[in-house]
């Protein structure tokens, strides 16, 4: 008969099912930690680095990507060839490397590549994370000063993390046929948003935009819109890192976003379905702002096409930018080997060497079409012819001249301003409220932020 | 009494057990059923427990922690969840997604029920339409992503073709706050009508035909033979319908959203599912994601058990 206190003066023993839950709690405790982070970093892992990227290798038919391919292909092996450290190219879909979850899991668990691509939106988080390891030691100083201030997003206290492969500036590209249809000629080419949204609501119809800003929320349309306030004097932060975005030029640019979609001069979703080249050969499209890399997309898929490209143009008063995007290259400083990692970043990309330049050339006049981020690749390319074509001087003479680097603003200020940016252009929402709304949201999220400049 | 009772029940059950001992002196036979049982069941309680339990026990142990994403890890206790109440982002998405769960699941209910009927005739080429109608299904939400883009562009979408051929003028299907969550819905029902078809077709096919034979005796009119018969005879495939889309509404659709708008117009198809991956794979921010998540199975368990006790589980016998 069991009484009460029975068991009182029994030795101290663990039943089965105690300690098995003992033994269990303590395995999960031991293993949480490793659990949350993975079962180890690159580092103790060893082997080939790792290149992740979204180029190659791969076969396609576009013959430009299989040009672009074949440059990372042929970069590797020759890295491969004279270096003791080997590296694997992995190739990533654009869509999933930008918006999937393989390279933040990787990173978030320790399992990194050891170099990547990395856009200037996304540096400060790579950097403030502490995956980014300082090229600097491993670059002549010549070298950075040829890339002058296309370092300058890439850099924090005067270092280098980060080395620009390209610069791919944005201007407002047009149907040559639509223009001269409708009466049209150069000398019509407007200069201000006011002559931008006359012509536009001259050239649509109702299969045709007339003008094509971007619509669908991202970093990539914070990144045309930039240049829009820029024009106008305004600005997300100012030098001294002050909160400064809820200012007149801020509301004016919103504005123009709102004013042509409202007017149906712009629509409110990309024509067809974001296919730039489609669009426009499709005749759905009169003026569409977009960047560099499509001259080469044009090349390769409507040789023939009659395109033109122009400026964007500026406000009353105001004066000319656009924004300079482009990828970079990185090391991870987590990784297997860090110092072999930046060693061909500096190999690939910043050596004062024939072979990096020409690289950097290649690049930019013969796999795609962008402006070089270094003064000695961009003269060679010139040389070379690769600036030659009317399109591509033009780039190069006069888009990318008045040109300003895209912001490394962190996830929680882009995503303020997207909101601002959607609101108002596809909301309807008064642009004084959502300039208000999203200042107090970056200003709050600045008080509290510790990391690098954002500036 | 109740000793008695036990008497019985143990002499009734000592004949089966007594040729086990015999032949394996030392497993019962008792005990072999729970092996066997153990066994069988063995591969799906580990993948359950490896690719679901822990992996939603160290989410909810990520969400007291602030996440670097790059391997820094944090306590801060309720910091996260304290945050998501603060998050007017947050509960626009939530708000998003209860339009989303409360017009998708009926619809999708009764589109499903309505083709499960119509394809349960005898009607020449049936499996024909079976099939079209599944087919959506098992295309890659991608795929139907891309293809409704191009099907609802503003300018050469066959939609607004239709329409401005008929005399309307087209719609901005995709760009518009007050069109595009719409479309989401739309698409979905389209996208997952044919699986619930099916479903609801093998609820149907086992409802006896005796009964239908009987109603057709008594003069009852299909209207009274749906409501008397097959509805409360579907009462099971109902439950199991209602409760999955629901699940699948709150926690699915998110390759469409990516695909179709991003989340766009204006943060207009955001749902929370939505708005948990940004914060975790764009953002880097894996413990606020992780709390946010938790929130959202705590809320599917609610609603579950809400659709459990309303429908006593799909159960005939309320609950006996």
Same mark, same amino acid.
């Given at each position: 008969?069991?009484?009460?206190?029975?068991?009182?003066?029994?030795?101290?023993?663990?039943?089965?099912?105690?300690?098995?839950?003992?033994?269990?709690?303590?395995?999960?405790?031991?293993?949480?930690?490793?659990?949350?982070?993975?079962?180890?970093?690159?580092?103790?892992?060893?082997?080939?680095?790792?290149?992740?990227?979204?180029?190659?290798?791969?076969?396609?038919?576009?013959?430009?990507?299989?040009?672009?391919?074949?440059?990372?292909?042929?970069?590797?092996?020759?890295?491969?060839?004279?270096?003791?450290?080997?590296?694997?190219?992995?190739?990533?879909?654009?869509?999933?490397?930008?918006?999937?979850?393989?390279?933040?899991?990787?990173?978030?668990?320790?399992?990194?590549?050891?170099?990547?691509?990395?856009? &200037?939106?996304?540096?400060?988080?790579?950097?403030?994370?502490?995956?980014?390891?300082?090229?600097?030691?491993?670059?002549?100083?010549?070298?950075?000063?040829?890339?002058?201030?296309?370092?300058?997003?890439?850099?924090?206290?005067?270092?280098?993390?980060?080395?620009?492969?390209?610069?791919?500036?944005?201007?407002?590209?047009?149907?040559?046929?639509?223009?001269?249809?409708?009466?049209?000629?150069?000398?019509?080419?407007?200069?201000?948003?006011?002559?931008?949204?006359?012509?536009?609501?001259?050239?649509?119809?109702?299969?045709?935009?007339?003008?094509?800003?971007?619509?669908?929320?991202?970093?990539?349309?914070?990144?045309?819109?930039?240049?829009?306030?820029?024009?106008?004097?305004?600005?997300?932060?100012?030098?001294?890192?002050?909160?400064?975005?809820?200012?007149?030029?801020?509301?004016?640019?919103?504005?123009?976003?709102?004013?042509?979609?409202?007017?149906?001069?712009?629509?409110?979703?990309?024509?067809?379905?974001?296919?730039?080249?489609?669009?426009?050969?499709?005749?759905?499209?009169?003026?569409?702002?977009?960047?560099?890399?499509?001259?080469?997309?044009?090349?390769?898929?409507?040789?023939?096409?009659?395109?033109?490209?122009?400026?964007?143009?500026?406000?009353?008063?105001?004066?000319?930018?656009?924004?300079?995007?482009?990828?970079?290259?990185?090391?991870?400083?987590?990784?297997?080997?860090?110092?072999?990692?930046?060693?061909?970043?500096?190999?690939?990309?910043?050596?004062?060497?024939?072979?990096?330049?020409?690289?950097?050339?290649?690049?930019?006049?013969?796999?795609?079409?962008?402006?070089?981020?270094?003064?000695?690749?961009?003269?060679?390319?010139?040389?070379?012819?690769?600036?030659?074509?009317?399109?591509?001087?033009?780039?190069?003479?006069?888009?990318?001249?008045?040109?300003?680097?895209?912001?490394?603003? &962190? &996830?929680?200020?882009?995503?303020?301003?997207?909101?601002?940016?959607?609101?108002?252009?596809?909301?309807?929402?008064?642009?004084?409220?959502?300039?208000?709304?999203?200042?107090?949201?970056?200003?709050?999220?600045?008080?509290?932020?510790?990391?690098?400049?954002?500036? | 009494?109740?000793?008695?009772?036990?008497?019985?029940?143990?002499?009734?059950?000592?004949?089966?057990?007594?040729?086990?001992?015999?032949?394996?002196?030392?497993?019962?036979?008792?005990?072999?059923?729970?092996?066997?049982?153990?066994?069988?069941?063995?591969?799906?309680?580990?993948?359950?427990?490896?690719?679901?339990?822990?992996?939603?026990?160290?989410?909810?142990?990520?969400?007291?922690?602030?996440?670097?994403?790059?391997?820094?890890?944090?306590?801060?206790?309720?910091?996260?969840?304290?945050?998501?109440?603060?998050?007017?982002?947050?509960?626009?998405?939530?708000?998003?997604?209860?339009?989303?769960?409360?017009?998708?699941?009926?619809?999708?209910?009764?589109?499903?029920?309505?083709?499960?009927?119509?394809?349960?005739?005898?009607?020449?080429?049936?499996?024909?339409?079976?099939?079209?109608?599944?087919?959506?299904?098992?295309?890659?939400?991608?795929?139907?992503?891309?293809?409704?883009?191009?099907?609802?562009?503003?300018?050469?979408?066959?939609?607004?073709?239709?329409?401005?051929?008929?005399?309307?003028?087209?719609?901005?299907?995709?760009?518009?706050?007050?069109?595009?969550?719409?479309?989401?819905?739309?698409?979905?029902?389209?996208?997952?009508?044919?699986?619930?078809?099916?479903?609801?077709?093998?609820?149907?096919?086992?409802?006896?035909?005796?009964?239908?034979?009987?109603?057709?005796?008594?003069?009852?009119?299909?209207?009274?033979?749906?409501?008397?018969?097959?509805?409360?005879?579907?009462?099971?495939?109902?439950?199991?319908?209602?409760?999955?889309?629901?699940?699948?509404?709150?926690?699915?659709?998110?390759?469409?959203?990516?695909?179709?708008?991003?989340?766009?117009?204006?943060?207009?198809?955001?749902?929370?599912?939505?708005?948990?991956?940004?914060?975790?794979?764009?953002?880097?921010?894996?413990?606020?994601?992780?709390?946010?998540?938790?929130?959202?199975?705590?809320?599917?368990?609610?609603?579950?058990?809400?659709?459990?006790?309303?429908?006593?589980?799909?159960?005939?016998?309320?609950?006996?």
């Amino acid at each position: 008969m069991l009484q009460h206190g029975n068991d009182a003066g029994r030795p101290a023993t663990t039943s089965r099912r105690r300690f098995l839950t003992a033994a269990a709690g303590t395995g999960a405790a031991l293993a949480s930690p490793a659990l949350l982070t993975g079962c180890g970093t690159a580092q103790a892992k060893g082997g080939n680095l790792q290149f992740w990227n979204f180029y190659g290798p791969q076969r396609s038919p576009d013959p430009a990507i299989n040009a672009q391919s074949k440059w990372f292909v042929d970069m590797v092996n020759a890295w491969n060839r004279t270096h003791k450290s080997q590296i694997d190219l992995v190739y990533l879909p654009q869509p999933t490397y930008l918006n999937g979850f393989k390279l933040p899991s990787a990173f978030a668990t320790g399992e990194g590549p050891d170099i990547f691509l990395l856009s &200037p939106g996304d540096f400060l988080r790579y950097y403030n994370g502490g995956v980014l390891a300082d090229l600097t030691p491993h670059m002549d100083k010549a070298a950075i000063d040829d890339y002058g201030s296309a370092l300058d997003s890439r850099k924090v206290d005067g270092k280098v993390y980060a080395l620009p492969m390209e610069i791919e500036p944005l201007a407002m590209f047009y149907a040559q046929d639509v223009w001269e249809k409708a009466g049209l000629s150069e000398a019509d080419i407007p200069t201000t948003w006011d002559q931008m949204l006359d012509i536009g609501d001259k050239l649509r119809t109702k299969t045709r935009a007339g003008l094509v800003f971007e619509t669908q929320p991202g970093y990539y349309q914070n990144f045309t819109w930039y240049p829009w306030m820029w024009q106008g004097g305004g600005d997300v932060l100012d030098h001294q890192g002050k909160v400064v975005f809820d200012s007149p030029a801020t509301r004016q640019a919103l504005a123009l976003w709102q004013d042509a979609v409202r007017h149906g001069i712009a629509p409110r979703v990309v024509p067809a379905a974001d296919d730039v080249i489609g669009g426009f050969k499709g005749g759905n499209v009169a003026m569409w702002q977009q960047g560099i890399w499509n001259v080469s997309s044009f090349k390769a898929f409507a040789p023939k096409y009659r395109y033109g490209v122009f400026k964007l143009p500026v406000p009353s008063g105001g004066s000319y930018v656009t924004t300079l995007g482009g990828w970079s290259f990185c090391a991870n400083a987590q990784g297997r080997n860090p110092e072999a990692a930046a060693e061909f970043c500096a190999w690939a990309l910043g050596s004062m060497k024939d072979d990096s330049i020409n690289r950097m050339v290649d690049w930019c006049v013969g796999a795609k079409s962008d402006v070089a981020p270094r003064a000695s690749a961009l003269e060679r390319g010139a040389a070379k012819g690769g600036y030659d074509s009317e399109i591509m001087k033009k780039f190069k003479d006069e888009i990318f001249p008045g040109g300003r680097a895209e912001p490394r603003y &962190p &996830p929680v200020v882009y995503k303020a301003i997207s909101d601002a940016i959607q609101g108002t252009m596809l909301a309807g929402r008064g642009v004084a409220g959502e300039a208000e709304r999203a200042a107090q949201s970056i200003a709050a999220y600045t008080k509290s932020y510790k990391g690098a400049s954002l500036i | 009494m109740s000793s008695v009772a036990a008497q019985q029940r143990r002499r009734a059950a000592a004949p089966a057990q007594a040729p086990a001992s015999a032949d394996t002196p030392g497993l019962s036979r008792k005990h072999r059923e729970w092996l066997a049982a153990g066994l069988f069941l063995a591969p799906d309680v580990l993948g359950l427990l490896v690719f679901v339990a822990i992996p939603m026990v160290l989410s909810i142990a990520l969400s007291f922690f602030q996440v670097s994403g790059f391997g820094s890890y944090q306590w801060i206790g309720l910091g996260n969840y304290q945050r998501m109440m603060h998050d007017p982002l947050f509960w626009d998405s939530m708000k998003i997604t209860g339009e989303y769960v409360v017009i998708l699941v009926p619809v999708l209910f009764c589109v499903s029920l309505g083709l499960g009927l119509l394809v349960k005739q005898k009607l020449p080429g049936v499996g024909v339409y079976r099939t079209a109608l599944f087919l959506p299904y098992v295309i890659s939400l991608v795929v139907v992503g891309v293809l409704w883009k191009f099907l609802l562009d503003d300018q050469t979408g066959a939609v607004n073709r239709a329409m401005r051929a008929a005399g309307f003028d087209g719609e901005s299907w995709l760009g518009s706050p007050s069109l595009a969550l719409g479309c989401v819905i739309a698409i979905m029902v389209w996208v997952m009508m044919g699986y619930y078809m099916i479903i609801f077709l093998a609820g149907l096919q086992e409802i006896p035909r005796e009964f239908y034979e009987a109603a057709k005796l008594d003069g009852a009119g299909p209207w009274t033979t749906f409501r008397t018969i097959t509805w409360p005879l579907l009462r099971p495939t109902s439950f199991f319908v209602l409760l999955m889309s629901t699940v699948a509404a709150i926690s699915g659709g998110l390759d469409l959203i990516f695909v179709l708008t991003n989340g766009g117009p204006a943060n207009g198809t955001s749902l929370a599912i939505f708005y948990i991956y940004q914060q975790a794979f764009g953002f880097g921010e894996f413990g606020y994601a992780s709390a946010m998540g938790s929130f959202l199975v705590l809320i599917m368990v609610v609603i579950s058990a809400v659709i459990f006790k309303l429908t006593s589980g799909g159960r005939f016998d309320d609950g006996e």
